[in-house]
Every structure is written in structure tokens, then in C-alpha cells.
T-cell receptor
Framework: DSGVTQTPKHLITATGQRVTLRCSPRSGDLSVYWYQQSLDQGLQFLIQ???????AKGNILERFSAQQFPDLHSELNLSSLELGDSALYFC?????????????FGPGTRLTVL | AQSVTQLGSHVSVSEGALVLLRCNYS??????LFWYVQYPNQGLQLLLKYTSAATLVKGINGFEAEFKKSETSFHLTKPSAHMSDAAEYFCAVSFSDLYSSASKIIFGSGTRLSIRP
């Protein structure tokens, strides 16, 4: 158990809909990262937050947005969903935003768009 | 530009045999390198990391990796494979963006390791 929790575990929805994925980092970790894992794209970094502020952006679509709240939990919002958005979405956390820091991954949320 | 290449999307070895998973990186700044493992239906967990202290890095579960700057490689090895090693392995490079100074990480495409009885 990494100490990172993600809810829900599974999510099934229809195209065009909007969903919110939630992540609680390990106790004391200030950095939260979001990743998308799919068979064709592999593991893609989406976005990073550090202590409530956006720190780095990866391959995140404009239809997707995220935020980190004062209690350090984070939410990833996916809107106007398409079939291709079906994937595993991972959240990870680390103590700081340093490049040498290990990231602790949550168990993921499996999103299926029908 | 920074990048990570994992050679071989699937590697199969016999139980007790040597495991070798290849990773080459490209980085214009000193890299920090990681190996993560993902077991079925789980998130990734750190196996080991290179942060310039020592070129040979020992990790969990008997794995180790050697940083070779001249070859820009960070291959993962284990002398004797065990059935429980069957998983997906990801090499990653972490670096500071030159313009924003934000830390970034790039993962390789992953190598699925199968163990034959």
C-alpha cells in the first residue's frame, strides 16, 4: 500500500459526459501528479501540482483540467468524453517537487467510455 | 530533448535465468533515472533510482541497475528470475525543465517480463 488513495476504482460513462477523479496523496506529500495509461499511448504524464499550484504540464488535453485543494487532495476533471479517453488514470505523490524524488502511485481509476 | 527508450516490449526468461531489461536515455542535463514495476491491476512502485551517488544501484527484490554515461544506458538486471517477477517494468528519466525549472519525468514505453516455469 503506497498510501495514495484514488476514487472511484472503476468508472463507466458515456461519450460527451463529464467525470471527476479524486486523489488523496500520502500524508505530508505536497506534490501530486496525474498520469494516463492506455494500451496505445503507454504511460503519459498529464499534470503536476505542488502545494496547490500547477507546477508542470504534460500531454493534457484542453478538455481535461485538474486542481489541488488546500487539504492537498486533487481532482482530475475530464469533460466531453470520447471513446479514446478510456484508460487507467493514476495519481502519484511525492514529498517535494524535486526531480530526484520517488513518486508513490495510487491504485488507479479505470475509466471506460461507451 | 529528454527521452527514454526501452528495447523490447516483451521479454520472456526461464525461472532461475538472468533477467536483463534494457533502457537507454537521452538527456541534455544530468539525469535522474528510475525503474518502476507495475504488477497486474496495481499502480507503479519504485524498484530503484540513480541520483549520481553511485553508478551501480541496488533495488528491491534483488534487482540492480548500472548507470553507464558513455552508453547512455541504465539497464535493469537480476541474476535469477523468480515467478513473482512477472510484471511490467518502466524506466523513467527525471529532469529540471531549463525554462520553467519545473521537474518533469518521462516514462519509457514499458517492458513486460514473463517468467517460464
Amino acid at each position: 500500500d503506497s498510501g495514495v488513495t484514488q476514487t472511484p476504482k472503476h468508472l463507466i460513462t458515456a461519450t460527451g459526459q463529464r467525470v471527476t477523479l479524486r486523489c488523496s496523496p500520502r500524508s505530508g506529500d505536497l506534490s501530486v501528479y496525474w498520469y494516463q495509461q492506455s494500451l496505445d499511448q503507454g504511460l503519459q504524464f498529464l499534470i503536476q501540482y505542488y502545494n496547490g499550484e500547477e507546477r508542470a504540464k504534460g500531454n493534457i488535453l484542453e478538455r481535461f483540467s485538474a486542481q489541488q485543494f488546500p487539504d492537498l487532495h486533487s481532482e482530475l476533471n475530464l469533460s466531453s468524453l470520447e471513446l479514446g479517453d478510456s484508460a487507467l488514470y493514476f495519481c502519484a505523490s511525492s514529498g517535494t517537487s524535486g526531480i530526484y524524488n520517488e513518486q508513490f502511485f495510487g491504485p488507479g481509476t479505470r475509466l471506460t467510455v461507451l | 530533448a529528454q527521452s527514454v527508450t526501452q528495447l523490447g516490449s516483451h521479454v520472456s526468461v526461464s525461472e532461475g535465468a538472468l533477467v536483463l531489461l534494457r533502457c537507454n536515455y537521452s538527456s541534455s542535463v544530468p539525469p535522474y533515472l528510475f525503474w518502476y514495476v507495475q504488477y497486474p491491476n496495481q499502480g507503479l512502485q519504485l524498484l530503484l533510482k540513480y541520483t549520481s551517488a553511485a553508478t551501480l544501484v541496488k533495488g528491491i527484490n534483488g534487482f540492480e541497475a548500472e548507470f553507464k554515461k558513455s552508453e547512455t544506458s541504465f539497464h535493469l538486471t537480476k541474476p535469477s528470475a523468480h515467478m513473482s517477477d512477472a510484471a511490467e517494468y518502466f524506466c523513467a528519466v527525471s529532469f529540471s525543465d531549463l525554462y520553467s525549472s519545473a521537474s518533469k519525468i518521462i516514462f519509457g514505453s514499458g517492458t513486460r517480463l514473463s517468467i517460464r516455469p
